[in-house]
C-alpha cells in the first residue's frame, strides 16, 4: 500500500479515535458533575471560621461578618431574563481576619455608558448562609482582567482571578466565593443558583453523540474499504484488458 492509499485509512482511523476520546471525555465530565451534584445535595453546613483552604467545593457554610459594600466587585456580561447585568461580589470580613467575596447575585447594568450599580447592604454585620464555591468565571478568558487599580469603587471586572485581586484586599482574600442563599436579605434576586451549567445528563448526551460519529465513520470506512478490495480481486474483462 502506498502512501496515497494509506491517507484515507489514516483519516478514517483518525476521526474515530478522536470521536472516542470525546466520548471517553464527556463521560469522564458527567462523573465529575454528579460529584458536585451530590456533594451539594448531601453536605451539611458548617461554620466558616472551620473552614480552611485547599477548600473542597462546593460546602455549604454559615457564619458571621462584617460586609464593605464600599469595595465591591463586579462580574461582567451577566444575563438575566434576557437583560445584561453584573454579578456583585462583596467583600465579607470574619472575626479571624479573612476575607471571602460573597456573590449577592445579579444586578441590572442596562449598557455601559449607564451609571455602574452599587447595591447596598441591610446592615454591616450580618449572618451569612450560602455554599462556598469555585469563582464565577466565563466561556473564554481573554487577556488579563484587568482590574483599573486607580479608579472608584465598585470596580468592573471581566472574571474574577484571585492573584489580581490580592493586590486590593491583601493576602487576607480567600480563593473560593459564598454564594449567597437566595432567601437572604442581601440576596439581590431571590434567583436560586444553578449547581452546575450542565448537568450529567447533557454530558451523557454528547457522548452518546460522538460514539454515534464514530461508529458511523467505522463503519463507512470498513465498507469502502470491503468494496475496494473486491473490485481488485474481480477478475479482469476483456473490456479492461484493452
Given at each position: 500500500?502506498n502512501?496515497?492509499d494509506?491517507?484515507?485509512?489514516l483519516?478514517?482511523?483518525?476521526?474515530?479515535?478522536?470521536?472516542?476520546?470525546?466520548?471517553?471525555?464527556q463521560v469522564?465530565r458527567?462523573?465529575?458533575?454528579?460529584?458536585?451534584?451530590?456533594?451539594?445535595?448531601?453536605?451539611?453546613?458548617?461554620?466558616l471560621?472551620?473552614?480552611?483552604?485547599?477548600?473542597?467545593?462546593?460546602?455549604?457554610?454559615?457564619?458571621?461578618?462584617?460586609?464593605?459594600?464600599?469595595?465591591?466587585?463586579?462580574?461582567?456580561?451577566?444575563?438575566r431574563?434576557q437583560?445584561?447585568?453584573v454579578h456583585?461580589?462583596?467583600p465579607?470580613?470574619?472575626?479571624?481576619?479573612?476575607?471571602f467575596?460573597?456573590?449577592?447575585?445579579?444586578?441590572?447594568?442596562?449598557?455601559?455608558?449607564?451609571?455602574?450599580?452599587?447595591?447596598?447592604?441591610?446592615?454591616?454585620e450580618?449572618?451569612?448562609?450560602?455554599?462556598?464555591?469555585?469563582?464565577?468565571?466565563?466561556?473564554?478568558?481573554?487577556?488579563?482582567?484587568?482590574?483599573?487599580?486607580?479608579?472608584?469603587?465598585?470596580?468592573?471586572?471581566?472574571?474574577?482571578?484571585?492573584?489580581?485581586?490580592?493586590e486590593?484586599?491583601?493576602?487576607?482574600?480567600?480563593?473560593a466565593?459564598?454564594?449567597?442563599?437566595?432567601?437572604?436579605?442581601?440576596?439581590?434576586?431571590?434567583?436560586?443558583?444553578?449547581?452546575?451549567?450542565?448537568?450529567p445528563k447533557?454530558?451523557?448526551?454528547?457522548?452518546?453523540?460522538?460514539s454515534?460519529?464514530?461508529?458511523v465513520v467505522?463503519?463507512?470506512?470498513?465498507?469502502?474499504?470491503?468494496?475496494?478490495?473486491r473490485?481488485?480481486?474481480?477478475?479482469l474483462t476483456?473490456?479492461?484488458?484493452?
Open positions: 500500500m502512501v496515497r494509506a491517507v484515507p485509512h483519516a478514517a482511523l483518525g476521526v474515530i479515535a478522536a470521536c472516542a476520546w470525546l466520548a471517553q471525555w469522564e458527567a462523573g465529575e458533575k454528579r460529584e458536585i451534584v451530590d456533594r451539594w445535595q448531601d453536605r451539611r453546613p458548617i461554620a471560621n472551620e473552614v480552611e483552604a485547599p477548600f473542597s467545593l462546593p460546602q455549604p457554610v454559615t457564619g458571621v461578618g462584617i460586609w464593605n459594600p464600599d469595595r465591591q466587585i463586579l462580574i461582567d456580561n451577566r444575563i431574563d437583560r445584561t447585568g456583585v461580589l462583596t465579607l470580613k470574619l472575626p479571624d481576619g479573612r476575607i467575596l460573597v456573590n449577592r447575585g445579579w444586578s441590572h447594568w442596562p449598557s455601559r455608558s449607564a451609571k455602574l450599580p452599587d447595591p447596598a447592604v441591610t446592615q454591616r450580618t449572618d451569612v448562609r450560602g455554599v462556598l464555591n469555585i469563582p464565577p468565571g466565563t466561556g473564554v478568558q481573554l487577556g488579563e482582567p484587568a482590574f483599573p487599580l486607580d479608579r472608584d469603587w465598585p470596580i468592573l471586572a471581566t472574571y474574577f482571578d484571585h492573584e489580581i485581586l490580592t486590593l484586599f491583601g493576602d487576607a482574600l480567600q480563593p466565593v459564598i454564594q449567597l442563599d437566595p432567601s437572604h436579605p442581601d440576596h439581590l434576586t431571590g434567583d436560586a443558583w444553578k449547581i452546575v451549567t450542565f448537568g447533557r454530558h451523557i448526551g454528547y457522548a452518546m453523540t460522538w454515534t460519529i464514530a461508529i467505522a463503519i463507512i470506512w470498513v465498507a469502502l474499504t470491503v468494496r475496494r478490495i473490485r481488485r480481486n474481480e477478475p476483456e473490456t479492461d484488458r484493452q
